[in-house]
C-alpha cells in the first residue's frame, strides 16, 4: 500500500474503535461490494465486538453466496444473514409478477422496500450506530456523504468510514490484504446488487452504471440510505448540534 492508503486505514480503523467504544451495540451493514469487503476485514481483525449482518434479498448473484463462503472460510465465522417477508414477497410477485420492478421505478422501489429495507429495519433494531461502506466516488447520489452522520430516518449514528477512499485505494487494500472480493467484480461488475438489477459497465462509466441501468442516475438509491422524501441522508454530525 502507498502512503495514502495506508493513512486512511489507520483512519479507519481509529473510527472504527471509538465506534465500537462509544456507541455500543452498534452494527455494520455488509453488502458485500468491494469497500465492504474492506471494512469486514478491518472489523474482524481490529474491532470484532462490532455487529455484522448481510441482506438475501432471494435474487442475488451465484457469485455472492460463493462470497459468503468464502467469508466463512477466512474469518472462521459465518455473516448473519437476514431475509425479507416471505408473505410480503409472494404479494408482490401476485400483484406485479417476478420482475414487476422493471416496469417503473416506482414498482422497483417497492421491491427493493420489501427486499431490502425491511429487512434493514429489522438489523438496526436497537442499535445506537451502524457502519456502511458509502463512498463519494461511487455515484453522484453519493458525492457528498460524509464519514460521520446523525440518520434520523432510523434514529441512529450513522458512520462511513471510507467516505473519501477511491476505488484505487479499495482495491489496493484488498490486493494487499489478500481479501476475499465478488468474482463478478473481475467481469465488469463494479457495484453489485441483485442479479437482474444489476449488469457489467462499460469503459467510462461511474461505478454504479450497472445498478438499475433502466433508470436515471439521479433516482438510482435502493432506499437503505435515503430519507422518507427518497433523498440521501446527508446530515454531517456538525449541522446537528
Known amino acids: 500500500m502507498n502512503d495514502a492508503v495506508r493513512k486512511k486505514t489507520n483512519a479507519a480503523r481509529a ?4 465506534v465500537a467504544r462509544e456507541f455500543a451495540p452498534t452494527t455494520f451493514a455488509n453488502s458485500l461490494g468491494a469497500e465492504d469487503m474492506v471494512l469486514t476485514d ?3 481483525t481490529e474491532t470484532p465486538s462490532i455487529d455484522m449482518f448481510t441482506l438475501d434479498t432471494g435474487r442475488l448473484p451465484t457469485e455472492t453466496y460463493a ?4 467469508i466463512a472460510v477466512r474469518y472462521g465465522t459465518r455473516l448473519r444473514v437476514l431475509f425479507p417477508r416471505s408473505d410480503a414477497v ?6 406485479h409478477g417476478i420482475n414487476g420492478f422493471y416496469n417503473s421505478v416506482a414498482l422497483r422501489k417497492e421491491c427493493c422496500q420489501i427486499r431490502k429495507v425491511e429487512p434493514l429495519r429489522r438489523g438496526l433494531a436497537g442499535k445506537k450506530a451502524w457502519i ?4 463519494r466516488a461511487q455515484a453522484v447520489t453519493r458525492g457528498d456523504v460524509a464519514t460521520e452522520t446523525f440518520d434520523a430516518e432510523y434514529g441512529l449514528m450513522k458512520f462511513n468510514p471510507l467516505a473519501d477512499w477511491s476505488d484505487e485505494e479499495v482495491w489496493a487494500y484488498i490486493r494487499t490484504h489478500a481479501v476475499p472480493y465478488n468474482a463478478l467484480h473481475d ?3 463494479p457495484s453489485i446488487g441483485c442479479a437482474p438489477c ?8 461511474d461505478v454504479r452504471a450497472g445498478r438499475w441501468w ?6 438510482k438509491e435502493c432506499g437503505l440510505h435515503v430519507d422518507r422524501d427518497g433523498q440521501l441522508v446527508r446530515i454531517k454530525v456538525k449541522e446537528v448540534a
Not at 15 to 18: D, G, I, T, V, Y
Not at 132 to 135: A, F, V
Not at 198 to 205: D, N, P, V, Y
Not at 214 to 219: A, F, G, Q
Request: glycine share 8%; hydrophobic share 40%.
Open 67 to 70: 462470497l459468503l463462503d468464502a
Open 15 to 18: 473510527m472504527l474503535r471509538r
Open 42 to 44: 478491518l472489523i474482524f
Open 132 to 135: 456502511t461502506g458509502l463512498r
Open 187 to 189: 467481469r465488469g461488475y
Open 90 to 95: 409472494e404479494t408482490y410477485v401476485v400483484n
Open 214 to 219: 433502466w433508470e436515471n442516475p439521479e433516482s
Open 198 to 205: 444489476t449488469r457489467a459497465i462499460t469503459a467510462g462509466e
